[in-house]
C-alpha cells in the first residue's frame, strides 16, 4: 500500500516527460503488490482459474501462468489479455476486468510486472 | 484447451443463433443437440450418471461421496418434510391435498406450464401455493422448511424420469425460449453466463469445486451441502450462482427463474430423479 502511493506522488511530481523512467524502476519493486492483487478474492482472483506459483488452491479453467517473459515478450500482449480477454476470444470466460472496473489501469500494471517474475 | 473451447462455441453460437434469428422455437431440437454435445464430449460418462453433477466429472470426488452416503446428510430433511406434509393445517386439509397423488412420486413432473395462469409453475412455487391458498404463511424460498418439502417429494420419486411437457401454446414456447436465453446470456461484474460455467467448463475446476455439467443438473436437487452445513433450494442454488459472478439475484420464484428452471428441466428430460443430493 505504502509502495503504491509513494509511487503515484513520485509519478505525479515527475511528470509525462520521465514518466517512462518511473515505470520502469517501478516494474521490479511493484511486483509484490501485483502478486497481493492477483491473489486478493475481490480483486483479481486469478487464482480461481489459473495455477500460479505459490498460489494456494487454484482451479484450472485456464492455463497455469508460468515462464510469461517468454511467452509473452509483449508487454502490451499481456496487459491487453488482463484488460478484456474477450476481445481476442469472445467465448472465453475470463472476466474483462478493465472494461468491468474491476481492476484500473495502475493495478494492471502491477499485476503484469508480478506475472514477469513468473 | 482449444478444441474444447472451439466444441463449446459451436454449441453456444448454434443454441444462440434461434435467439437471434427469430426463428420458430424448437425444443426437440435444442433437447437433441444439448444432450448430444454432452455426451459427445463425456464419452465416459454413462447418460443417467449426468444426474450426480460434479461427481460424474470427478472420480476422486466420487469416492468421497460414497463414503458421505453411508450416512446421508440430507435424511433429516426428507423425514422432516415427509412429517410437515402429513401435519394438518388449521382447516384440517394437508399439504399432501394440494397435489396428485398426495405428493408421492411426482417430482419428476415440475416445474410445468399452466394453461390457465399462462405461468411456469416450479414445485417450489405450488408448495407455496398450497400453503397460501389454505390460510398458511408461505415459505421462504430458500428456507431449510421449503428444502425439506422438496427433498421429501425428490426421494419418493427417486429413479422416475424427468418429464416436462412444453404445451403448444405460444405462451409456453415463449417461457421455454425466455429460460434459455437468461440461461445463455452473460451477466454480472464477472461477465458469466449459467452456460460459461456449467456448458462451457464443466468438470473444469472453480478453486476447488467441480463444476457440474448443465445435463440433469436440476435432478438431484435440492442438495446438503457439507460447506453450507445445510440444505439448499434450487432457488438458494441460483441466488448463489447469481452472486458468484457479482450480478444480481432475482427474487425468489421470480418469472426468470422459473423459465430457467423450465429450460434446464426439459434438457433434463429421460433422466432420472436423483434427489436430494449430496454436495462437498
Given amino acids: ?118 | 484447451m482449444l478444441r474444447k473451447l472451439f466444441v463449446a462455441a459451436v454449441f453456444v453460437v448454434g443454441a444462440a443463433q434461434p435467439l437471434l434469428a427469430d426463428n420458430a422455437v424448437d425444443p426437440q431440437a435444442d433437447f437433441k443437440a444439448f444432450r448430444e454435445y454432452f455426451t459427445k464430449r463425456f464419452p465416459k460418462v454413462q447418460l443417467d450418471d449426468f444426474v450426480n453433477g460434479p461427481y460424474s466429472m470427478d472420480e476422486g470426488l466420487r469416492k468421497q461421496w460414497k463414503a458421505i452416503e453411508e450416512f446421508p446428510p440430507y435424511e433429516f430433511a426428507v423425514d422432516h418434510g415427509k412429517e410437515a406434509f402429513a401435519k394438518p393445517f388449521k382447516n384440517g386439509k394437508t399439504l399432501g391435498d394440494c397435489f396428485p397423488n398426495k405428493g408421492v412420486g411426482i417430482r419428476q413432473n415440475y416445474p410445468y406450464f399452466d394453461t390457465k395462469s399462462g405461468e411456469v409453475i416450479t414445485l417450489e412455487l405450488a408448495l407455496n401455493q398450497c400453503l397460501e391458498a389454505n390460510g398458511e404463511k408461505p415459505l421462504d424460498y430458500t428456507s431449510q422448511e421449503m428444502a425439506a418439502l422438496t427433498a421429501y417429494m425428490a426421494f419418493t420419486s427417486r429413479g422416475k424420469p424427468f418429464d416436462i411437457k412444453i404445451p403448444n401454446d405460444p405462451r409456453a414456447l415463449a417461457a421455454y425460449r425466455s429460460g434459455e436465453e437468461y440461461f445463455y446470456t452473460r451477466r454480472g461484474q464477472l461477465n458469466f453466463s449459467c452456460a460459461s460455467c456449467h456448458v462451457q467448463s464443466p468438470g473444469g475446476h472453480i478453486r476447488t469445486e467441480v463444476l457440474a455439467p448443465a445435463l440433469g443438473i436440476l435432478n438431484a436437487m435440492p442438495i446438503f451441502r457439507s460447506e453450507w452445513g445445510n440444505m439448499g433450494t434450487i432457488t438458494r442454488r441460483f441466488q448463489t450462482c447469481n452472486s458468484q459472478v457479482r450480478g444480481v439475484p432475482l427474487p425468489g420464484q421470480d418469472v426468470l427463474y422459473r423459465n430457467v428452471e423450465y429450460y434446464l428441466s426439459y434438457m433434463g428430460n429421460g433422466l432420472p430423479i436423483s434427489g436430494p443430493g449430496a454436495r462437498p
Fill in chain 1, 1 to 118: 500500500m505504502e509502495l503504491r502511493q509513494s509511487h503515484l506522488v513520485l509519478a505525479a511530481v515527475a511528470g509525462g516527460l520521465i514518466g517512462a523512467a518511473v515505470l520502469s524502476w517501478s516494474a521490479a519493486s511493484a511486483a509484490p503488490v501485483g502478486q497481493e492483487l492477483a491473489f486478493d478474492r475481490g480483486k483479481g482472483n486469478c487464482l480461481t482459474c489459473h495455477e500460479i506459483k505459490d498460489g494456494p488452491a487454484p482451479g484450472n479453467l485456464g492455463p497455469a501462468l508460468n515462464d510469461m517473459k517468454a511467452r509473452f515478450p509483449d508487454r502490451k500482449e499481456l496487459i491487453a489479455i488482463v484488460s478484456d480477454e474477450t476481445k481476442r476470444n469472445p467465448l472465453t470466460v475470463m472476466p474483462p476486468f478493465k472494461r468491468n472496473l474491476i481492476l484500473n489501469d495502475e493495478e494492471i500494471e502491477q499485476i503484469v510486472d508480478f506475472l514477469y517474475t513468473l
